[in-house]
């Protein structure tokens, strides 16, 4: 399943890759995120309860970021694994000047296995854009009113 | 083939239906040979504490071979209960009893006749046995028969293809089937129409689907199609009887008839509405948007031509 | 499979619903006809430990004729709906969607107020409401609010009901003379639900086209109003180029779903052959 999209964000680069790179900023953004630890440089393990309307599961995994080119462009790398089934998946994240201060693109491969998969295939895409939608009314939130880490 | 002290039929068969009625068809052939009621016949199948040996039912082969068996054991209880006619009518020997449904009767002595319960009875109570013979009625027989029977039959589909949303419309599904001599009509009528509907739905709406990742993604019947009545041709269905040689009824099978012939009529009928686009061949299902993108592509072609 | 354990309260009037819902917070879900949430459960996709049930409130379950109005009780079944006298003359295009839901089984148990509030992006009633421009009765802990369709449908699975609320009424104008409507629906062959679905009003003024609503199901993350084409075709004859132009652009700037069963590409060229043809049949039934 590809995931990808442009976001506008009205803050100066180095301030949107900071808050990026922040765990607390993100634990507070990844939709359900329960716990984010760091587990090395730029890994994380995280728990996480994602769901749509009656359907939730909770989700065991990591993250990893890598090839970074600051302030520019990373990886994301992430894997989970729970009740309804397990996540896998890739994107490569770029931020470049904009009107607005900073534009945000991703572009990504997510592969979902397992239960969910099996019986809720119609679900998954807009599951996956409705979370990447609650991360970045999040993230736009923080960004315009930073709180101190 | 067990006959009870009274008289009942119990058939104990190899076959193990699962729909396709030999409980019923099996009863007619000993009711027709024995002159017995439906209601004093059971089919005992698919218990191994009481039916020796079995390989199921495929192929269309249960009643041709299976029921070939019941009528060949009917034989047998027959020139048994011959015997003991001709000693409970005092006849010069079984060559004297005429048989007719459940009476057994001297030829040309049309009052010195007896009954196929009395016999049973007879036999069971073995007051006295005729020469050389057990007590007893029942026979086993195994038949092998010597060459495979050969149905055969036409299906017609006719259809319309919607040129702007691949849809298919159905205008009228034809199936004539030949499967030799017919012993319940209904029984036939019920396999064509199930193997229709399977043949269609195999043709036009089931799919297993894997992802690239290997997962299955059609785990439910909510994504895999299953065809519902609804979907479905009025089907248009006649027979012709042209009995095998293989077996004394005359029978094949038609267990396979519908499926056999559907899926190519259909899958034919809806090449043949594209013919104009220069489709030879589709691969099942013929899902919607399947032909939507072959009539795309077909009139762009035909635009730049 | 079967459910995880839960516990079941009927509930016997919606005040306890609500109170139930409150107590329990998000471990509580309300049980409306089923279909979508037992199956869920079944497979352990969804896992509430309270199940509060609404079946036993008789009054949720109404067809009242209110004069210029229809009211709906939110437990009114698709069964209901198809069938009902008033509805079939005074509402048809709610008639004709509920007959088009899954099969007579769901249709017997399954609830227009279940069908909103779980707000499927291919719900065939969520379709009707927005072309009917319904309003949704809300009652929750803080009293009863009117939430018009327009607003009702806020994301995939999300509408303007929140978790602890009960859809009690839907309310649609009666339709007028000289209007027709029509629901078309291209279905998903193994749920029944539909890959594309048009539900049309059209009124006719003076001979053209005076209102028109178009709503569009099926297509998108959430059901849809095609505010572009109703504006194109709004005072026109509806003739036949009228119409194909206006309808090619009913998927315009929607991102549209795409699954194993039908492409967004798809999708997108069916919405406009079923609203030109739905508009045909409403406008047909115009007279």
């Known amino acids: ?149 | 083939m067990r006959i009870s002290p009274t008289g009942k039929v119990t058939i104990l068969t190899g076959v193990s239906p699962h729909g396709q009625g030999q409980e019923t068809s099996f009863t007619q052939i000993a009711c027709h040979r024995l002159g017995v009621k439906p209601d004093d016949v059971v089919v005992t199948h698919g218990d191994t504490s009481v039916v020796q040996y079995g390989i199921g039912t495929f192929g269309s082969r249960a009643t041709a071979v299976g029921g070939t068996a019941v009528w060949m054991c009917i034989d047998a209880i027959q020139e048994k209960a011959k015997k003991f006619a001709a000693m409970m009518l005092k006849a010069r020997g079984p060559e004297q009893i005429a048989i007719d449904g459940a009476i057994y009767r001297v030829k040309g002595k049309a009052k010195l006749s007896t009954t196929f319960q009395a016999i049973a009875l007879a036999a069971y109570t073995a007051k006295t046995l005729p020469k050389g013979e057990t007590p007893g009625l029942e026979a086993t027989h195994f038949f092998e028969p010597t060459n495979f029977t050969f149905p055969f039959g036409t299906h017609v589909a006719v259809v319309e293809v919607d040129g702007e949303t691949g849809e298919i419309q159905w205008r009228r599904y034809i199936a004539i089937d030949d499967c030799g001599k017919v012993i319940n009509p209904l029984l036939v009528d019920g396999q064509v129409h199930g193997g229709i509907a399977q043949g269609l739905g195999q043709a036009l709406w089931e799919e297993v689907v894997y992802d690239e990742n290997g997962q299955l993604v059609t785990g439910s019947l909510m994504d895999y199609a299953v065809p519902k009545a609804g979907f479905l041709p009025r089907f248009e269905t006649d027979r012709t009887e042209t009995p095998t040689t293989v077996n004394p009824m005359g029978i094949k099978g038609v267990g396979e008839a519908g499926t056999i012939g559907s899926t190519p009529a259909i899958v034919n009928a809806v090449v043949d509405a594209l013919a104009p686009f220069g489709v030879k061949h589709i691969d099942m299902p013929l899902r919607p948007e399947k032909l939507w993108r072959i009539i795309h592509a077909g009139r762009a072609g035909r635009a730049t031509a | 499979m079967i459910p995880v354990n839960f516990d079941y309260v009927a509930a016997k009037s919606v005040d306890e619903a609500l109170e139930l819902l409150g107590r329990h917070g998000a471990d509580a879900k309300l049980l409306a006809g089923g279909h979508s949430l037992i199956p869920l459960m079944k497979l352990r996709l969804a896992v509430p430990s309270v199940l509060v049930d609404l079946g036993r409130i008789a009054e949720l379950r109404y067809v009242r004729d209110e004069g210029s109005e229809i009211a709906v009780g939110g437990m009114t079944t698709y069964y209901t709906l198809a069938s009902s006298e008033v509805i079939r003359q005074k509402a048809p295009l709610l008639a004709e969607a509920a007959a088009a839901v899954g099969d007579v089984q769901v249709r017997n148990r399954g609830t227009i107020g279940g069908s909103l509030v779980h707000a499927d992006p291919a719900s065939d009633m969520a379709a009707a409401v927005l072309a009917l421009d319904a309003r949704m009765i809300v009652v929750g802990p803080s009293g009863k609010r009117e939430v018009p369709a327009g607003s009702f449908f806020v994301g995939m699975l999300q509408s303007a009901v929140a978790p602890n609320e009960v859809l009690t009424e839907i309310r649609v104008k009666k339709s007028q003379a000289d209007s027709g409507a029509a629901y078309l629906k291209l279905p998903q062959p193994a749920s029944g639900f539909a890959l594309v679905g048009v539900a049309t009003r059209v009124a006719l003024a003076g001979g053209k086209c005076g209102e028109i609503a178009v709503a569009v199901t099926g297509v998108a993350p959430k059901p849809f109003r095609a505010a572009s084409v109703e504006a194109r075709l709004r005072g026109s004859s509806l003739d036949a180029e009228t119409l194909a132009l206006a309808c090619a652009d009913v998927a315009e700037g929607v991102e549209a779903l795409s699954d194993i069963h039908a492409s967004a590409e798809y999708r997108k060229s069916v919405a406009a052959v079923y609203t030109r043809r739905s508009i045909e049949t409403a406008r047909s039934r115009a007279r």
């Open chain 1, 1 to 149: 399943m590809r995931v990808e999209g442009t976001h506008e964000l009205p803050a100066p680069r180095e301030q949107v890759w900071s808050m990026l790179m922040d765990p607390v900023v993100l634990k507070r953004c990844l939709p359900g995120c329960e716990s984010l630890e760091p587990e090395g440089d730029n890994s994380y393990k995280a728990q996480i309860k994602i769901g749509l309307a009656a359907v939730k599961g909770a989700y065991t995994g990591s993250v990893r970021i890598t090839d970074i080119d600051r302030p520019n462009s990373f990886t994301l790398a992430m894997e989970g694994k729970g009740s309804t089934g397990f996540v896998r998946g890739t994107a490569r994240v770029a931020l470049a000047d904009s009107a607005a201060a900073t534009s945000l693109r991703y572009d990504g491969d997510v592969a979902v296995g397992g239960l969910i998969a099996a019986v809720g295939q119609r679900m998954l895409q807009g599951m996956a854009s409705t979370l990447v939608a609650t991360f970045f009314q999040c993230f736009d939130r923080e960004v315009r009113t930073p709180r101190t880490s």
